[in-house]
């Protein structure tokens, strides 16, 4: 959504890296898309923009997007992020010290200056995403907030 509300007050379609790291299609260690998964899935690398960072300008207000919402023309347009990244930073966490986010999910996660990508991880749930600082990752696991406290009635609750 950030980027489709980036585009239709700049008419640049730009992606920033923690939603971009949300999509599970990107290089880890590059901090950008994945040329390989992309070619997995036979989905052209050179259609797809390389992210950039949060507080990035990627443009600024064009006329038609100040028609329409009184925004004066050239104001910029600046890239956000995720909110469960920025959740996670606002936390105050620091280095591996996890944090339960609820809202629409419930996710548990920590952050961290390494990660691993390997099957056991696949298996278990456990993603990986970019941390909205460079150098860290996002690692945990989520959940539906409604199945969360489905289980903990089922579980806890006396009927």
Same mark, same amino acid.
């Given at each position: 959504?950030?980027?489709?509300?980036?585009?239709?007050?700049?008419?640049?379609?730009?992606?920033?890296?923690?939603?971009?790291?949300?999509?599970?299609?990107?290089?880890?260690?590059?901090?950008?898309?994945?040329?390989?998964?992309?070619?997995?899935?036979?989905?052209?690398?050179?259609?797809?923009?390389?992210?950039?960072?949060?507080?990035?300008?990627?443009?600024?207000?064009?006329?038609?997007?100040?028609?329409?919402?009184?925004?004066?023309?050239?104001?910029?347009?600046?890239?956000? #992020?995720?909110? $469960?990244? %920025?959740?996670?930073?606002?936390?105050?966490?620091? =280095?591996?010290?996890?944090?339960?986010? /609820? !809202?629409?999910?419930?996710?548990?996660?920590?952050?961290?200056?390494?990660?691993?990508?390997?099957?056991?991880?696949?298996?278990? #749930?456990?993603? $990986?995403? %970019?941390?909205?600082?460079?150098?860290?990752?996002? =690692?945990?696991?989520?959940?539906?907030? /409604? !199945?969360?406290?489905?289980?903990?009635?089922?579980?806890?609750?006396?009927?």
């Amino acid at each position: 959504m950030p980027s489709i509300f980036s585009f239709l007050l700049s008419g640049e379609m730009v992606n920033d890296s923690t939603m971009a790291g949300t999509s599970m299609l990107t290089n880890l260690r590059t901090r950008s898309f994945s040329e390989n998964i992309l070619s997995r899935i036979k989905y052209p690398f050179g259609k797809i923009l390389l992210p950039v960072e949060p507080g990035t300008i990627t443009g600024k207000i064009i006329p038609i997007a100040s028609e329409e919402t009184g925004l004066p023309v050239g104001i910029p347009v600046v890239a956000t #992020g995720h909110d $469960t990244q %920025f959740a996670i930073f606002g936390s105050g966490a620091g =280095i591996n010290q996890p944090v339960l986010s /609820s !809202g629409t999910w419930e996710v548990l996660m920590v952050r961290s200056e390494t990660f691993t990508s390997d099957k056991e991880q696949f298996d278990l #749930g456990i993603t $990986t995403e %970019f941390d909205c600082r460079p150098g860290l990752y996002n =690692i945990g696991n989520q959940w539906i907030a /409604s !199945g969360i406290l489905e289980w903990v009635r089922s579980n806890f609750m006396v009927r």
